[in-house]
């Protein structure tokens, strides 16, 4: 621990910054004990051991009856058969009869920033709403999204909200406010006008994702938006900028290679978005993780991403959910071409063997209907429930690098959720969330 007392030679505008802000730089320090720490929107901290006594536990694989779970304040310490799981002396008990205890689940795809675009289209969210209106709006989402049993979400850009998920972020660990745990990309990478918002040629409007091009561009903005604090980068591989609205790629190969190669060597790996089959091969060949929304993939470029090891996270419910924006009537109306063009690239996806991340693209659509990704991928895509369930906890876990949760195992943290009924059976049953642990800290519960 490093010593806070201050020299006595020390300036006296600087001893009275230190006797007003010294709890604040305690906390920003970090130095306090995440136990300690007041945590918002948090029903109990989580103090000594906890045995969770639910009908089934579901492990991240499969689902056992008769399994019970047992936490010490942060971090998962037993499971298995309840009569095998042993709880130490003073520890509580939980009882949660007709309820599956999963692993917290992850969000594969979200937008904390935005809200859905038939309460206010992308470009007026970007360019009339302050960045002090959406950031006490992506506030609200974090707790909705948290309390929909989302214990994690892998946040894809700010759109033209600048580096405000990194402060999110730091509120959400800080226990500041209520959320899940984030894993930002910050502004995002665009090739210079492909993006938008565009009005007038005239005028150089702020735009969604940050401009990059070339060598140099590509190398400092990369860079830039590591040290700001972004834990992924995301690029954007093609975009509607083509002759009539078209997509069309927008980065060179070189260019893919070279933001891959920059932020690999700090650590960082990169997600793509890409719809068209060139803009996906060029991401895939410049060796990003994952491909957002391959809406137009082919059979050929998903045996690419197999061969590759490249995951998809195809987003089924931004198209869903644009297309009856737009005034698609679902069940009532054919499906629109986009919408069949998406049900022939999963159907690619999934005869290709893609492993497939889980991700809505969350923000497009309402925070904390997080869950209608995983109904959709049953019900319009054939998925079973099983599937999704494993998609949403060990699969994105793996996919995303995230050793320390995606399951149920000793030593693990302790983020968990309990839904009533069995959701292997039936998905609609993540949505009848009970309960919902984070750190070992409850959030809701029966
Ligand atoms: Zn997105």
Redesign the pocket.
Known sequence: MHCFRLPAAAPARLRAFWRLGRAGAVLLAGLLPAQARAQAGALAPATGALLLRPAAVFDGQERHVGWAVLVENERIVAVGPAAQVAAPAGARTLELPGLTLLPGLIEG?S?LLLHPYNEAAWNDQVLLESQALRVARATAHAQRTLLAGFTTARD??TEGAGFADVGLKQAIDQGLIPGPRLLVATRALVATGSYGPKLSVDENVPQGAQEADGVDGIVRAVREQIGKGADVIKVYADYRWGLNGTAQPTFSQEELALIVQTARSAGRGVVA?ASTPEGMRRAVLAGVETI??GDDGTLEVFQLMKKRGVALCP?VT?SDATSQYKGWKKGQEPLPPRLQAKHLSMQAALKAGVTLAMGG?V??FAHGDNAREMELLVQDYGLTPLQVLRQATSGNAQIFHLADRGSIRPGLLADLVAVAGDPTQDVAAVRQVRLVMKGGVLYKQP
């Open positions: 795809h937008h894809l850009g978005h957002e929304h987003t931004a693209d923000g497009v």
